[in-house]
Each structure stands twice: as structure tokens, then as C-alpha cells.
């Protein structure tokens, strides 16, 4: 799994071109500079990944055809790029103090 988003390094940049890999049956694995960046990549995909299923879910419902959905453009994507770097500082705070209250999640090391 790793290798895959591995072999996309290039000489010049350490950063993979893809920082997530769909694993078919078990569901997806993604990668960051930080534990921070990971989790809100993982966060982030699975959001989108139910929004994504609610559209396709209401375009069968009502019988639309493939066009009518509007995915972002690849110019669209990258533009967006700079906006997302560095945005889960804001969200990590709230998700730590989530997992803090939260009694399912338990740390027996401290």
C-alpha cells in the first residue's frame, strides 16, 4: 500500500503526488507530514466520500444522467491546494478535546 503512494516520489520532491490509496474491500489509506495532517485527511475523505454517495444517491433517485453532477475541474482541484495547506490546525483542537470527553477512547499510558 504504501509503495504505491511511495513509487509517485520524485527526485525532486520527497512529497508524494498522492496522498491517499483506495484499498479495495477494506477502505482507504492516506498519508501526511504530521499525525495532525494524516488524521485530518482521513476525516476530511470520508466526509467527502458520503457527500459524494448522497449526490449520486439523489441524482438515481430522480433519474438524472451522469452530466448533471459537477465534479471540480483538475485546474479547480489545484487551486484549491493552498487553501487546505495547513487548515487542520483549526480542526485539531476540536477533535483532540472530542477524543479527551469521549469515554470509548481510553489511554492507559498516561
Not at 35 to 53: D, G, K, L, M
Request: with cysteine; glycine share 4%.
Amino acid at each position: 500500500m504504501f509503495s504505491t503512494l511511495a513509487n509517485n516520489v520524485t527526485k525532486n520532491n520527497m512529497e508524494p503526488d498522492y496522498t491517499l490509496v483506495l484499498q479495495r474491500g477494506h477502505g482507504f489509506a492516506t498519508v501526511g507530514t504530521s499525525i495532525e495532517e494524516s488524521v485530518y485527511r482521513a476525516v476530511y475523505t470520508a466526509w467527502n466520500a458520503e457527500t459524494q454517495a448522497s449526490a449520486l444517491e439523489i441524482q438515481n433517485a430522480y433519474g438524472a444522467s451522469a452530466e448533471t453532477l459537477k465534479y471540480l475541474t483538475p485546474r479547480e482541484a489545484a487551486d484549491c491546494v493552498p487553501m487546505n495547506q495547513g487548515s487542520y490546525t483549526k480542526a485539531w483542537p476540536l477533535w483532540q478535546a472530542q477524543v479527551e470527553a469521549d469515554p470509548l477512547y481510553k489511554n492507559d499510558l498516561i
